[in-house]
């Protein structure tokens, strides 16, 4: 069954640092994958997707993710850090008709 | 402006008691999905549907029920045979057709508080 993982329950950076968040998925076939983007009582929106297409993929408000099948991973990455950008994210894949997501990251950004 | 309604957001219920939450979309998607989150387990499966008078479970059906008896609504209802239902819900579309196959949209959730 495919899966993903997501390292790190919690991260947390400063106003304007690196933003990494890690994701690593297993698959036996190309993979759809997907970051989305939850903020606090709210439903998830989705911030990009790969679908072979590209490995670099750009998503929305900065961030992107670099698709490597070497390392079965998925990493979403932002060079600068904004205060909005707290909130949980998911990395998630797609087999047929069912979604598998991880169990989330939640992004603090420190003043 | 095309998208997913829930309703109600914040909900409450007394042990015992059946609640149904309303999902509808304007987006002419075909499959609907339900999922629960709690804190650190991310989205778990419901139910889903991928066609007007059909649908099948997710992985944790027990205690709910679906219908899907029109393709823009969805409603879960949760019963009293759910043994822990306080949870945030959460009710989502995707297209399968066209170019843009993939990617569920969510609707704001339903928070579902039992007393």
């Known amino acids: 069954a495919q899966s993903v993982t997501q390292l790190g329950s919690h991260v947390s950076v400063s106003e304007g640092a690196l933003v990494l968040l890690r994701c690593n998925y297993s698959?036996?076939?190309?993979?759809?994958l997907f970051w989305y983007v939850q903020y606090p009582n709210q439903g998830l929106q989705l911030l990009l997707k790969?679908?072979?297409?590209?490995?670099l993929v750009k998503g929305i408000n900065g961030f992107e993710a670099e698709f490597k099948k070497s390392e079965t991973s998925f990493h979403l990455t932002k060079p600068s850090a904004h205060m909005r950008d707290a909130a949980e994210y998911f990395c998630?894949?797609?087999?047929?008709?069912?979604?598998?997501f991880g169990t989330g990251t939640s992004l603090t950004v420190i003043p | 402006d095309g998208g997913i309604t829930q309703s109600p957001k914040y909900l409450f219920r007394k042990e015992g008691q059946n609640v149904t939450l309303s999902c509808e979309q304007n987006?002419?998607?075909?499959?609907m999905y339900w999922y629960r989150q709690d804190p650190g387990q991310g989205l778990r499966l419901i139910y889903y549907s991928q066609i007007v008078n059909d649908f099948q479970k997710g992985d944790i059906a027990e205690g709910y029920s679906v219908s899907r008896e029109k393709k823009e609504s969805f409603p879960l209802t949760v019963t009293s045979a759910q043994k822990n239902p306080t949870a945030f819900y959460l009710c989502a579309s995707r297209t399968r057709q066209g170019a843009n196959t993939g990617e569920l949209f969510f609707g704001e959730g339903s928070r579902l508080t039992v007393l």
């Open positions: 790969y679908t072979s297409a590209a490995t």
């Open positions: 998630a894949t797609r087999s047929g008709n069912q979604f598998y």
């Open positions: 987006l002419n998607h075909d499959a």
């Open positions: 698959s036996s076939v190309p993979p759809y």
